[in-house]
């Protein structure tokens, strides 16, 4: 059981470019969210998904874009990357109901100069 | 909306002494409160929930955690600390029962420093 795989781990682009980070759960999940992680921050949410085709703002979505085709996969994307968004990015999934709190990847380290 | 409030951005604590990590949270509505734990270059991992019953809670590697209603806290403590303790921990809220209880709201997280 692999339960939430995020890929690439690392990641340096130059400003302008785009890119898509990946996210796959294999627990049957309905919940998945993006969180950015910012020293000092603490996580922030960027944008989620409560099923296959439902998609919605977080507090931090601007710049970025998700969809949600399938149950397992839920990619982000960055349109024309920025300096301030260099970040660490954490993907993150959970059942129905909030009681289990969320899986979270391991996190994509990503870098714009 | 939810929000939390982690009371010391770090702690620096030494082997085998005890600490408590404060976290205070804001809702109007009932939650349920989770502590993460972060160890350098990973994500998190959960270390314990509260959901409903017993306000003391026991999570892994030795950690627990009190719910206090009338203050609004969730504090973390352990009774003896060891060198691998040493990471950042995350108190977060999301609100329990049905309807748009997706987003978990985090703490800015404290920096847990066990040195020997």
């Known amino acids: 059981n692999a339960g939430v795989t995020q890929t690439p781990e690392f990641q340096v682009l130059k400003t302008g470019q785009s890119m898509t980070l990946q996210c796959a759960q294999d627990?049957?999940?309905?919940?998945m969210s993006w969180y950015r992680q910012d020293p000092g921050m603490g996580l922030r949410l960027i944008h989620y998904?409560?099923?296959?085709?439902?998609?919605d703002q977080g507090e931090v979505p601007n710049g970025y874009n998700v969809s949600r085709s399938t149950t397992e996969d839920f990619p982000l994307r960055l349109l024309s990357a920025a300096p301030s968004q260099t970040s660490v990015y954490f993907c993150?999934?959970?059942?129905?109901?909030?009681?289990?709190?969320?899986?979270f990847g391991s996190g994509t380290r990503l870098t714009v100069v | 909306a939810q929000s939390v409030t982690q009371l010391d951005s770090q702690v620096p604590v030494f082997e085998e002494a005890p600490v408590e990590l404060r976290c205070n949270y804001s809702?109007?509505?009932?939650?349920?409160l989770f502590w993460y734990v972060q160890y350098p270059n990973q994500g998190l991992q959960l270390l314990l929930k509260?959901?409903?019953?017993?306000?003391l809670v026991k999570g892994i590697n030795g950690f627990e955690a009190e719910f206090n209603k009338s203050q609004t806290s969730f504090h973390l403590r352990k009774p003896s600390v060891h060198i691998s303790d040493t990471a950042e921990y995350f108190c977060?809220?999301?609100?329990?029962?049905?309807?748009?209880?997706?987003?978990?709201?985090f703490g800015k997280g404290t920096l847990l420093t066990v040195n020997p």
């Open positions: 993150a999934s959970r059942t129905g109901t909030g009681a289990h709190g969320y899986t």
């Open positions: 809702s109007s509505v009932s939650v349920y």
């Open positions: 977060a809220v999301t609100l329990s029962g049905g309807g748009s209880n997706y987003k978990l709201t």
């Open positions: 509260y959901l409903s019953g017993s306000t």
């Open positions: 998904s409560v099923g296959a085709g439902i998609t």
């Open positions: 627990m049957n999940h309905e919940y």
